[in-house]
């Protein structure tokens, strides 16, 4: 487990946490109790401004909380980082209503980078259809946030490279369906099911445009490039998934080290420890490239291609790397790591949703 502790959160609260987590499993999304917790502690708003009632992190920081929930409970900690990733809108959003809307302690954004929706823009505002899936956190979200393709007149808008025009939207959640079809093997409790709208009115006011460009905060966070945040935000949840994985499988070794013999106890122990000093490598080169960047942005304004680059590789490759790592150490863990009742089993099948992700799915 990573040496330093971003959270306030002592064995007790983290063994609260897992209970009340794989309680949520059993019920297919986050539980009240879990969210009175995340409600309390913030974690929603742990990009937003303190005049929003958010912890206002600078990345690298937000990064630490973020592998500490995913280590936590794999849910959670995927839940959090998707929804506090999309209230980071706020900063593109313009001031007065953004205000309004995010000071609200239970404000949850969340929603699909999918461009699968029309807006067809009119005197006033735009009419909206679409349908978009893997909504995470759905049950709970306050607004769903979707992306859409602009037509005026009934005709596509395109861009100087005659690529489609494209702008983010945000909608009321009594303004959506929800389409509760989320039936993954793994990520249970992050209920991400489908949503769509229907001839749906919006003002001018609903509409964004995710850029450094067109932001409306001044705080550094929304200058910095959205897909290097992206990629790290998700590898470290992979990571502290990961860190938890290989913990529960050195116990698991340890209590069956009678039973394998010397031996076999001896090789799966190198193992894991081996995999678990790459992973602290790997792990350790994102964090210092995110610093390395952020550093850039606070004194020149904005990070180097090469440390966005270099970001982009690290998350790949610690990604990648976790993934075979769990698959070579899940054999060690006995018959036992198959029932999905399991700690263990439950930490791999999360897993390997998560890497599902297109984001980090494939090198570069």
């Not at 099911?193 to 609903?206: I, T």
Request: glycine content about 6%; aromatic content about 10%; some cysteine.
């Amino acid at each position: 487990m990573n040496k330093k502790q971003p959270l306030a959160l002592n064995k007790e609260r983290i063994d609260v946490l897992r209970r009340l987590c794989k309680e949520a499993e059993k019920k297919g999304y986050l539980s009240n109790a879990v969210l009175k917790i995340v409600y309390e502690e913030k974690w929603f708003k742990l990009f937003l401004p303190k005049d929003y009632g958010g912890l206002e992190l600078d990345l690298p920081e937000a990064l630490r909380y973020e592998e500490q929930l995913a280590y936590i409970d794999g849910s959670l900690g995927w839940t959090i980082t998707l929804c506090a990733g999309a209230n980071l809108f706020a900063g593109y959003i313009h001031n007065k209503k953004a205000a309004s809307i995010f000071s609200s302690p239970k404000v949850c954004f969340g929603g699909s980078g999918a461009v699968s929706g029309v807006a067809a823009k009119v005197k006033d505002g735009y009419i909206v259809n679409g349908f978009w899936r893997y909504a995470t956190g759905a049950p709970h979200l306050t607004h769903f946030t979707a992306n859409c393709t602009i037509e005026e007149n009934g005709q596509p808008l395109l861009n100087e490279d005659n690529s489609p025009v494209v702008r983010s939207f945000f909608f009321n959640k009594k303004d959506v369906i929800i389409h509760e079809d989320w039936d993954a093997m793994g990520l249970v409790a992050t209920a991400g099911h489908s949503f769509s709208v229907k001839n749906l009115k919006v003002p001018f006011g609903q509409s964004f445009i995710i850029d450094a460009a067109h932001a409306s905060l001044k705080n550094s966070i929304y200058q910095y490039p959205f897909m290097p945040l992206a990629e790290s935000t998700i590898a470290v949840n992979t990571l502290g998934m990961t860190r938890h994985f290989i913990e529960l499988a050195l116990e698991i070794v340890t209590k069956r080290q009678s039973k394998i013999g010397e031996a076999a106890y001896t090789i799966a122990t190198e193992r894991i420890h081996s995999e678990q000093q790459k992973t602290d490598r790997l792990a350790e080169l994102l964090y210092q490239w995110v610093q390395i960047s952020w550093n850039e942005l606070t004194s020149k304004g904005q990070p180097s291609k090469k440390s966005i680059n270099r970001i982009s590789d690290k998350s790949r490759d610690l990604v990648h790397h976790c993934r075979t790592a769990v698959t070579a150490i899940y054999p060690y863990c006995g018959l036992a790591a198959t029932n999905p009742s399991s700690d263990i089993n439950r930490v791999f099948r999360d897993i390997f949703t998560g890497s599902q992700h297109g984001l980090l799915t494939f090198k570069r």
